[in-house]
């Protein structure tokens, strides 16, 4: 099966890449991605996703069950390894994701994209508290890598998120000062006028 055929996800990239370091268990891999911060990288939420993430591994033959390891307090866990083709399959992911731009389709653009829907007052108050959120979290993040003692290469993920956090931050909240002095504003009779519909 050529390595373009497989289906490439955030979490696959994150198995298979776990698995360049040494091979391991389904719950070892959950652990290493909670130990090392990553689970705002990839969506762990549900328990069962990262063992259907491995399940279609397995059957794009990416992955292999190295070996099963019993240990007399626990079940058995199966360990994992990666193939040939597994490896060559990351190393391709890797180059087209880093290159490519994805077309993602985010929930805020699609909102902002219905914002006339709400009045303005409204659309302001949800946008303030979008943006008293985003500085929670700002404020969380940098306080978290403050704390943590690593090469750069090692946390440059967390850069980006914190670099795409403050844009963003910083976009609400010029869009909200917009709003409340009115320079952005809308109401039923001037929307009419745009879409040629009966406004409120």
Known sequence: MAARAHRRSPLAMMVLALLVEEP??????????RE????????????????????RLRRDDLIRVAHTARDERRPERTVYELTDEGRRTLDEWLAEALATPA???PEFPAALSFLPILPPAEATRQLE???ETLATRLREREAV???????????IEDEYRLTLLRTELDWVRRLVAELRAGTLTWSGEWLADWTGTPGD
């Open 145 to 155: 890598l403050a704390a943590v003692e690593l090469p750069r290469l090692f946390l």
């Open 129 to 131: 508290r979008r943006a």
């Open 36 to 55: 090392r911060d990553k689970q705002d990288v990839v969506n762990v939420a549900q328990r069962n996703s990262i063992y259907q993430t491995i399940d």
């Open 103 to 105: 077309r993602e389709f």
């Open 24 to 33: 391991m268990h389904a719950y070892r891999m959950q652990q290493v991605i």
